[in-house]
């Protein structure tokens, strides 16, 4: 999911602010934990059995993964398996040639990561430290950008890219998809630099530091917590897309994780377990992303999203 | 000093050449080729022919294309409105509650859990739900069990049925994004006036009407525009689960485009219908923006 955000920096700039209230509140939250009757800790099972139901999809995938069709057939979907076979989602890995689908998606989104977050830097370099001239223009226009609907603009670019040679090969696929993201972050990088200590550079600039230098000593090392969410993001959003790689990677060798694995639907009646094994296939990756880097999406999806 | 700055300024523009350029090429010309080819008849090989708005008469007679628009109305409910108002009570729930009585630890757990399906690729997260509601799948494994064996049914093949379905899976896609940045929101609010409230004798939903919900007003705009503008575009969830179908049913506007442009090699009718969703989340998108924009001041 997209999110329009603002400054992260200014976030940060207040919590910093914090520690000369009167109420700490962190002292405050923990304070409270003396208050717990019957009441809470109903309140609390009752949540924790909505959030597992939530997640027994998840669940039910998972069991049913290692069941054989005959133990499937007999027991039903709700069942433990009879025993853990892994022999199913070895088959699978091996139909959807998954090991190529991994390499396909992480090429793909590390390439997309580069290219966005290299033109956004640039970009807001020169909009948000730079202030060139007519730059709110610029800073619409590339928020006009990021919200253009991709079945828009999907056409046309199959098209051209047939005529150029780029259709159905991850080059053409990742500079598109990188091209895209980086108007996001553009605008949100824009306006974290608009924060930027203008002194600093001022200071470095009567040093003799070029924009170049200053680029790359003084605005990329400061601007790193922000880039580094931004690759998170951007990593996730470029392995989950789902529109341009159906239309423009098409062929076995070029496909990405989700779409590799979306062949297998309709399979459903004459392989139920492998369908179940292809979307666990398909949720771990992401499951162990998620687990690394929990921290940074959550504070990056908060961080700026609102002033 | 005037000169100095704009000899500045023009220095810094060699930045921004670069990504202005490739966003040009690769975003403003196939988008300005979209709406020339909606003026067009032409089935993706050899030349269009200008029809001027043929097309767009033909859109706004067409019973798929207003079906496809109440769609995504009940869409927008699933993806911005139920999430944001479920979102908001489990926020305050686990803020103004769970987190004081029984400490931030299993927040935290919650959170992460009901964020999960937010990561999740949606073709897979669409295998998987394809899978539960298929005919012989879970639910109907469960209803069976439980009894319910009367309710057993097609979740997504029956026409009267599988838009509330669709719907309901997308809260459960949704939910996580407005959770989680209403719980940051959250840490906004001064612990005093919640204290002060409850000393005062204002109950839990006093304190969620009049406190939480005020304070969550920024996030919950946020939240209201982004979910909004993913809903018109909505296209992934709906190809995975259901094609459109059955009939038009559950068909959604960029779904009607896709089955125009691929499956039917009618692209100056395609081009019409993803112009007019283009214009229309451009349209949203900026008043929206506007208004946040003035209201900033």
């Known amino acids: ?307 | 000093m005037k000169t100095t700055r704009h000899r500045r300024s023009t220095g810094y523009a060699v930045f921004l050449a670069p990504g202005l350029l490739l966003s040009l090429l690769f975003l403003v010309v196939p988008l300005v080729m979209t709406f020339y080819y909606s003026l067009t008849a032409w089935q993706g090989i050899g030349t269009p022919v200008f029809t001027g708005l043929d097309n767009y008469t033909r859109l706004f007679q067409d019973a798929d294309f207003w079906a496809s628009f109440r769609n995504i109305a009940f869409v927008i409910v699933g993806i911005a409105i139920v999430p944001t108002v479920l979102g908001l009570f489990l926020a305050a729930l686990l803020f103004d509650y769970i987190g004081k009585k029984h400490g931030d630890g299993i927040v935290s757990v919650f959170r992460s859990g009901l964020y999960l399906p937010q990561v999740i690729p949606v073709a897979v997260t669409g295998l998987m739900w394809g899978w539960i509601l298929a005919p012989e799948g879970a639910v109907n494994s469960i209803l069976d069990t439980i009894g319910l064996s009367s309710l057993v049914q097609n979740w997504l093949g029956d026409p009267g049925l599988a838009l509330w379905v669709v719907l309901g899976v997308l809260v459960w896609m949704q939910l996580g994004y407005p959770l989680v940045l209403f719980l940051s929101g959250l840490q906004r609010i001064d612990p005093e006036l919640y204290e002060a409230a409850s000393l005062d004798g204002a109950s839990w939903w006093q304190r969620f009407t009049r406190i939480t919900v005020p304070i969550l007003r920024p996030e919950v705009y946020v939240v209201l525009v982004t979910t909004t503008i993913a809903g018109l575009k909505v296209f992934a969830q709906i190809f995975v689960l259901t094609g459109g179908g059955p009939g038009n049913s559950t068909l959604v506007p960029a779904y009607f485009a896709y089955q125009n442009f691929f499956e039917r090699a009618d692209v100056g009718y395609g081009s019409a219908i993803s112009s007019t969703i283009t214009l229309l989340v451009l349209v949203i998108a900026g008043t929206m923006l506007t208004r946040q924009a003035r209201e900033d001041g």
């Open chain 1, 1 to 307: 999911m997209k999110t329009d955000t603002t400054a992260p920096a200014t976030s940060r700039v207040r919590k910093t602010e914090t520690p000369g209230r009167t109420f700490p509140r962190r002292d405050w939250t923990k304070q409270a934990p003396g208050r717990r009757g019957a009441g809470s800790y109903t309140v609390v099972a009752a949540v924790t059995v909505f959030v597992l139901a939530f997640l027994a999809p998840f669940l039910i995938i998972l069991v049913n993964s290692f069941k054989t069709s005959a133990d499937y057939r007999a027991n039903g979907s709700l069942s433990w398996p009879e025993q853990w076979n892994w022999s199913i989602l070895g088959d699978v890995w091996e139909r959807v040639d998954f090991t190529q689908k991994l390499v396909n998606s992480i090429q793909i989104s590390l390439g997309v990561v580069v290219i966005a977050v290299v033109l956004a830097l640039f970009n807001a370099y020169a909009i948000g430290i730079g202030r060139i001239r007519w730059r709110t223009a610029f800073l619409v226009f590339f928020l006009g950008v990021n919200v253009l609907p991709q079945e828009g603009l999907v056409y046309p670019i199959y098209y051209l890219f047939k005529e150029l040679g780029l259709y159905d090969g991850k080059l053409g696929y990742t500079i598109l998809v990188g091209i895209t993201y980086s108007a996001f972050g553009t605008y949100l990088l824009s306006s974290v630099f608009s924060t930027f200590p203008r002194e600093l550079i001022e200071a470095a600039s009567l040093d003799g530091a070029g924009r170049w230098t200053i680029l790359w000593r003084i605005v990329l090392p400061m601007s790193w917590p922000t880039l580094s969410v931004m690759c998170v993001f951007f990593f996730v959003w470029s392995w989950n897309e789902f529109l341009y790689p159906l239309v423009l990677l098409i062929s076995n060798d070029q496909q990405t994780v989700p779409l590799g694995l979306s062949v297998m639907q309709g399979q459903y009646t004459s392989d139920p377990t492998a369908m179940s094994a292809a979307a666990l296939l398909g949720v771990i990756p992401m499951i162990v992303f998620f687990l690394v880097f929990q921290r940074s999406l959550t504070r990056g999806l908060t961080a700026g999203a609102v002033k």
